[in-house]
C-alpha cells in the first residue's frame, strides 16, 4: 500500500524559507500530477501548488514568485522550496499525487512562520 510521507516543515521567522518534501513509499502507476496544498486553522484547505507529469505547473496568487514545486521522478518525490516565508503561509501542508485510477494524501507537515 502506497503511503505518503512529508517532511521539512517547522517553525521559521518572517522571510525565510523551508523545503518540504513528499516521498512515496511505494510505487505508483501512472501519476498525472503532484501537487501541495495546505489548511491554515478556520480555513478551508487551498490547492498551493501544481506540477503536471507534462511538467506544466500552476501556483495559488498568494505564492508565485516565492514557492517552486518540482518532483524527483526517480525517487517518486515532490519537493515544495518555500522562500519569503511570511505569517500568512503559515498552515498544515499536504502533498498529494494525483494517479490514474486514485489519489493519495500525505498526513500534513506543520509550516509556522512567526514575524
Known amino acids: 500500500q502506497v503511503q505518503l510521507v512529508e517532511s521539512g516543515g517547522g517553525l521559521v521567522q518572517a522571510g525565510g524559507c523551508l523545503r518540504l518534501?513528499?516521498?512515496?513509499?511505494?510505487?505508483?502507476?501512472?501519476?498525472?500530477?503532484m501537487a501541495w496544498y495546505r489548511q491554515a486553522p478556520g480555513k478551508q484547505r487551498e490547492l498551493v501548488a501544481l506540477?503536471?507529469?507534462?511538467?506544466?505547473?500552476n501556483y495559488a496568487d498568494s505564492v508565485k514568485g516565492r514557492f517552486t514545486i518540482s518532483r524527483d521522478n526517480a525517487e517518486n518525490t515532490v519537493y515544495l522550496q518555500m522562500n519569503s516565508l511570511n505569517p500568512g503561509d503559515t498552515a498544515v501542508y499536504y502533498c498529494?499525487?494525483?494517479?490514474?485510477?486514485?489519489?493519495?494524501w500525505g498526513q500534513g507537515t506543520q509550516v509556522t512562520v512567526s514575524s
Open positions: 506540477l503536471r507529469s507534462g511538467g506544466s505547473t
Open positions: 518534501s513528499c516521498a512515496a513509499s511505494g510505487s505508483i502507476f501512472s501519476i498525472n500530477a
Open positions: 498529494r499525487i494525483i494517479g490514474a485510477t486514485r489519489d493519495y
